[in-house]
C-alpha cells in the first residue's frame, strides 16, 4: 500500500526513517497547552488529579440538567396550583427572615445587644446621667423665672379670650344698632315696596296672558295727539 508515493509498510526496510519522519511531526495541542505540574508534584499525581477533575466536571454537567429538569417541573406545578411569582417571592422572603432569625449569628447579636442595654442602663455613668437630668428638670420647673413664664403666659391667653370675646360682642351690638336705626328701617321699607311692585306685575303679567278678552288688545293712550 501507498501513500504519497513512500511505503508505509511497517515490514518494509524503510520502516526506520518513516519513524525518523514522524519524530519531527509536531505533538498535540492538547499535550502542547497543558501546564506543567506544580512543585512537589509527580507525574502521576498530576495525571491522577486531572482524572479526578474531569470526572467532577462531568458530574457538575448532569446535577445541572437534573437541576434544569427539576426547576421545569417545578414550574409547571406552581402553574397548575395557580401560584404567581409573587407567592413565591413573599414565601421565600418569610422563610428566609426565619431562617435569619433562628440563626446562631441572630441569636449571637441579639442577646449581645440585650447584654449592652443592661449594662448601659445599670452602669454609673448613665444612672449619675439620669439623676442629674431629673435634677435639673426639677429645678428648672421650680425657678422663679419657669413660674412667672407660666404665670404671663396664663394671663396672655386670658386677656386674648377676653379681647375675642369682646370683639364679638361689639360687633353683636354693633349689628343690632344698625338693623334699629332709621337709615335701616327705610332702606327696609324701601326693599319691601320693591319688592311688592315686582311681584304685583308679575301678577298682572300672567293675568292678562291668561284672560281670553286681554288677547290682541293694546293698552289705552291717554290723550294721544295722534
Not at 440563626?103 to 441579639?110: C, L, P, R
Not at 413660674?147 to 360687633?171: M, W
Request: net charge negative.
Amino acid at each position: 500500500m501507498e501513500s504519497g508515493g513512500q511505503d508505509i509498510n511497517l515490514n518494509s526496510p524503510n520502516k526506520g526513517l518513516l519513524a525518523g519522519a514522524m519524530t519531527d511531526v509536531p505533538v498535540d495541542s492538547a499535550a502542547a497547552a497543558r501546564t506543567p505540574a506544580p512543585e512537589g508534584l509527580t507525574l502521576a499525581e498530576e495525571e491522577e488529579l486531572r482524572s479526578e477533575l474531569a470526572k467532577v466536571e462531568e458530574e457538575i454537567g448532569t446535577l445541572r440538567q437534573v437541576l434544569a429538569a427539576k426547576e421545569r417541573h417545578c414550574g409547571e406545578l406552581k402553574r397548575k396550583l395557580g401560584l404567581t411569582p409573587l407567592d413565591g417571592l413573599k414565601q421565600n422572603l418569610s422563610k428566609s427572615w426565619h431562617d435569619v432569625q433562628v440563626s446562631n449569628a441572630y441569636v449571637k447579636t441579639s442577646e449581645k445587644l440585650g447584654e449592652w442595654n443592661d449594662k448601659v442602663t445599670q452602669s454609673d455613668l448613665y444612672l449619675s446621667a439620669s439623676s442629674t437630668l431629673e435634677d435639673w428638670n426639677e429645678k428648672l420647673t421650680q425657678s422663679e423665672a419657669y413660674k412667672k413664664t407660666q404665670e404671663t403666659l396664663s394671663q396672655a391667653g386670658q386677656k386674648t379670650s377676653a379681647a375675642l370675646s369682646n370683639v364679638g360682642s361689639v360687633i353683636s351690638r354693633k349689628l343690632g344698632d344698625m338693623r334699629n336705626s332709621a337709615t335701616f328701617k327705610s332702606f327696609e321699607d324701601r326693599v319691601g315696596t320693591i319688592k311688592s311692585r315686582v311681584v304685583g306685575s308679575r301678577e298682572n303679567s300672567t293675568d292678562s296672558l291668561h284672560s281670553p278678552s286681554g288677547v290682541g288688545d293694546k293698552p289705552p293712550h291717554d290723550n294721544a295727539p295722534f
